[in-house]
């Protein structure tokens, strides 16, 4: 496979050009690999490894803030701290961590599960995982600065977050992440719509691809939609409070809502970026723990790109309250999201149904992601309902609400990733028996923090508040919320162990683990640079390496009983 | 979707590949958006001007797709087996993209904090910009 290429990677154009060895080329390691490997499953992995980390300092803060809300009066940090704890947890969470975790996995299986050697770019794949990082670090560094971090919250309305009301420097470092990570964001994605549309093998048509890389496919492009105008909009504040535009500044003729449309036209569909890419991982999970193929594989493409398309059309449901908005078109058109998302649900039942169903802890993952999600779905059709909005705006029920979509929904999807593909990241698998411990304190401690959240914002607390009193009769809802989050906490580190042991003392995984079913199994763990020296099996349905290993039992989706379980 | 004979249908129907029709979709759809929204929002021009500048980039990339990705992939339709095109040149290491995004982030960050970190990450900025460059000429 190396053989084939022309011409090494040099350094210096005037060098000579000599013929690369047949050989594999040999890996890099440490401090050199992580900043100069353009391999896709380096920077896949430096992606998701960095996430990673910014998920447990943003957690970090989300305990603070738990702490703090437990008891009233103050207990841990005043209400400029608190104002920058849920700031900075909310734009780590969405904008470090999530979103980026998605780009690792999107560079390290898509690939892999179209055949392909690299991503199409892999100088500018390893360009923007460094200005991702950059960024994130920019927004955090806020911390460090005199007026602290940014305090505006992660939506940053103006006037709120111009020069005379957040005047520090970290609101500046804010934006300045805010704006590298877009432009991270958008090389990203462009690498993976090229990818996909340039680098499939012979054989791998657009309706064969795996649902994951229909999905990533679905998500960048709506990332080269929205992230140029979210990157557009945070320059444009900055020169508001730089150079003395007047954009967002109504006493000089702008108009502040400019910057709510914005935002909120890159906002919402971010949450569809963040949750997208895993309903694709457990789509890809259900398939193989079923051993059944993706029941109506078509139908769910087309859920998939109906949601992103319907995604781009509801930005301001977020801004119902402000009286100035177009109602029934929003209420519609979010309400219409329901029903792809529902196709979506009966896709995955279908997979399973009648399959012989593994529970593994990527599965265990997989469907406690089902259940989450159907509650986060459900309260946002609520939401979606301009009557009840207006009661429910800003209340902890939103919160109870995003956070079962983006925590519940997106984060057990993570988890779900990391126990499927952690053999073939590195080669050996996590133990199943810590797996589950991680999962059930994760659970539990998940629907223990979030679910009272509901019944707390239904009564009326508003979220972002550091403190309430006695007598508003919060406090019992809030001190179970609390202990949830300390539960959701501690599930971390079973996690943690488990990686440490599995790197000590894991056995080795071999190439295919979980008897899969797409192109990624089809190689060794981990893959060599080249990703198939072996060559690729043929590609004849959307699960090739099924059809390889059990050439009798073609995939079929129809709904025959008989024919179903025959199949798996 | 397995079945040879649909698909001995879709191969001739080449001339709009799958990705180009993708994108008229998204195309299509968003006109329709915009267009229900431009009636109805009451002069709303910042989500018409987004809803319509999501048409034009999506017809742009449907136009792309339909003149040029045609050729890129062309055989990868024909249901043929074997590997993809393995001559396209992808380098594994490279120190310029790391010295890029240096440059880039300190520059941002020089917007806000100040000449003495800006000026440091144009020149960083620029150096790696050209080495990035030179690095990818003459491959193809
Ligand atoms: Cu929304």
């Known amino acids: 496979m190396t053989a084939t290429r022309e011409v090494p990677p040099t350094g210096v154009e005037a060098q000579p050009l000599v013929e690369e060895p047949a050989a594999p080329e040999r890996r890099l390691s440490g401090f050199l690999r992580w900043t100069t490997s353009t391999d896709h499953k380096d920077v896949g992995l430096s992606y998701m490894i960095t996430a990673f980390v910014f998920f447990l300092a943003a957690g970090c803060l989300a305990l603070l803030m738990r702490a703090e809300l437990a008891d009233p009066g103050q207990e841990m940090v005043g209400p400029g701290t608190f104002n920058e704890l849920f700031t900075m947890h909310g734009s780590i969470m969405l904008l470090v961590f999530l979103s980026p975790f998605a780009f690792g996995i999107a560079n390290y299986c898509v690939p892999l599960m179209i055949g392909a050697r690299d991503m199409a770019f892999p100088r500018i794949n390893l360009l923007s995982y460094w200005i991702y990082l950059g960024g994130g670090l920019s927004m955090v560094f806020g911390f460090v600065t005199a007026?602290?971090?940014?305090?505006?919250?992660?939506?940053?309305?103006?006037?709120?977050?111009?020069?005379?009301?957040?005047?520090?420097?970290?609101?500046?470092?804010?934006?300045?992440?805010?704006?590298?990570?877009?432009?991270?964001?958008?090389?990203?994605?462009?690498?993976?719509?090229?990818?996909?549309?340039?680098?499939?093998?012979?054989?791998?048509?657009?309706?064969?691809?795996?649902?994951?890389?229909?999905?990533?496919?679905?998500?960048?492009?709506?990332?080269?939609?929205?992230?140029?105008?979210?990157?557009a909009a945070a320059a444009m504040l900055w020169t508001d409070r730089n150079l003395g535009s007047v954009v967002y500044d109504a006493t000089a003729g702008g108009q502040p809502i400019i910057w709510q449309h914005l935002f909120w036209f890159f906002g919402h569909p971010e949450v569809y970026i963040l949750v997208l890419p895993y309903f694709g991982v457990v789509t890809e999970v259900f398939a193989v723990f079923s051993r059944r193929p993706v029941y109506g594989y078509k139908g769910l493409v087309f859920a998939t790109c109906s949601i992103g398309a319907l995604s781009l059309g509801v930005w301001a449901h977020h801004m119902y309250a402000t009286g100035a908005v177009l109602l029934?078109?929003?209420?519609?058109?979010?309400?219409?999201?329901?029903?792809?998302?529902?196709?979506?649900?009966?896709?995955?039942?279908?997979?399973?149904?009648?399959?012989?169903?593994?529970?593994?802890?990527?599965?265990?993952?997989?469907?406690?992601?089902?259940?989450?999600?159907?509650?986060?779905?459900?309260?946002?059709?609520?939401?979606?309902?301009?009557?009840?909005?207006?009661?429910?705006?800003?209340?902890?029920?939103?919160?109870?609400?995003?956070?079962?979509?983006?925590?519940?929904?997106?984060?057990?999807?993570?988890?779900?990733?990391?126990?499927?593909?952690?053999?073939?990241?590195?080669?050996?698998?996590?133990?199943?028996?810590?797996?589950?411990?991680?999962?059930?304190?994760?659970?539990?401690?998940?629907?223990?923090?979030?679910?009272?959240?509901?019944?707390?914002?239904?009564?009326?607390?508003?979220?972002?508040?550091?403190?309430?009193?006695?007598?508003?009769?919060?406090?019992?809802?809030?001190?179970?919320?609390?202990?949830?989050?300390?539960?959701?906490?501690?599930?971390?580190?079973?996690?943690?162990?488990?990686?440490?042991?599995?790197?000590?003392?894991?056995?080795?995984?071999?190439?295919?683990?979980?008897?899969?079913?797409?192109?990624?199994?089809?190689?060794?763990?981990?893959?060599?640079?080249?990703?198939?020296?072996?060559?690729?099996?043929?590609?004849?349905?959307?699960?090739?390496?099924?059809?390889?290993?059990?050439?009798?039992?073609?995939?079929?989706?129809?709904?025959?009983?008989?024919?179903?379980?025959?199949?798996? | 979707m397995s079945d040879p004979a649909a698909q001995g249908v879709e191969v001739a129907d080449r001339r709009f590949p799958t990705e180009a029709k993708y994108f008229m979709a998204i195309g299509v759809f968003f006109a329709l958006i915009a267009t229900i929204y431009l009636i109805f929002s009451d002069g709303e021009w910042i989500g018409v001007s987004l809803l319509y500048a999501a048409v034009i980039v999506a017809l742009v990339c449907a136009w792309f797709m339909t003149t040029r990705v045609q050729g890129a992939q062309a055989d990868v339709e024909l249901y043929e087996e074997g590997e993809g095109d393995q001559t396209v040149y992808l380098p594994t290491r490279s120190h310029w993209p790391f010295l890029l995004a240096l440059g880039t982030v300190v520059t941002a960050n020089g917007f806000s904090v100040g000449m003495w970190l800006f000026v440091p990450g144009v020149i960083v900025f620029l150096y790696a910009l050209a080495g990035f460059i030179r690095e990818g000429r003459d491959r193809a």
């Open chain 1, 147 to 231: 007026d602290g971090a940014a305090d505006f919250g992660w939506f940053a309305y103006t006037p709120l977050s111009d020069s005379v009301r957040s005047p520090g420097l970290g609101a500046e470092l804010w934006l300045v992440g805010v704006a590298l990570l877009g432009i991270s964001g958008i090389l990203s994605a462009l690498n993976i719509v090229v990818t996909v549309f340039t680098m499939r093998t012979r054989g791998m048509t657009m309706f064969r691809m795996p649902i994951l890389v229909w999905n990533f496919v679905v998500v960048s492009v709506m990332v080269l939609l929205v992230f140029p105008v979210l990157t």
């Open chain 1, 328 to 568: 029934p078109f929003f209420g519609v058109m979010t309400m219409l999201i329901a029903v792809p998302t529902g196709v979506k649900m009966f896709n995955w039942l279908g997979t399973m149904w009648l399959g012989r169903v593994r529970f593994s802890t990527a599965m265990t993952f997989a469907i406690g992601f089902l259940a989450v999600f159907v509650i986060g779905g459900v309260t946002g059709v609520i939401l979606a309902s301009p009557a009840l909005d207006f009661h429910l705006t800003d209340s902890y029920f939103v919160v109870a609400h995003f956070h079962y979509v983006l925590s519940g929904g997106a984060v057990f999807g993570v988890f779900a990733a990391i126990y499927y593909w952690w053999p073939k990241w590195f080669g050996k698998k996590l133990h199943e028996g810590w797996g589950h411990v991680h999962f059930w304190l994760n659970f539990i401690g998940f629907n223990l923090t979030f679910f009272v959240q509901f019944i707390l914002g239904l009564e009326g607390m508003p979220r972002r508040v550091a403190d309430y009193t006695e007598a508003s009769g919060f406090r019992p809802l809030n001190v179970v919320s609390s202990i949830g989050a300390a539960v959701l906490g501690v599930s971390v580190l079973p996690f943690l162990w488990n990686a440490y042991r599995t790197w000590r003392r894991g056995e080795p995984a071999g190439d295919d683990p979980w008897d899969g079913q797409t192109l990624e199994w089809a190689t060794s763990s981990p893959p060599p640079i080249g990703n198939f020296p072996e060559g690729l099996p043929p590609v004849r349905s959307e699960r090739p390496l099924w059809d390889l290993k059990y050439p009798d039992r073609k995939a079929t989706t129809g709904a025959d009983p008989a024919a179903r379980k025959a199949t798996r």
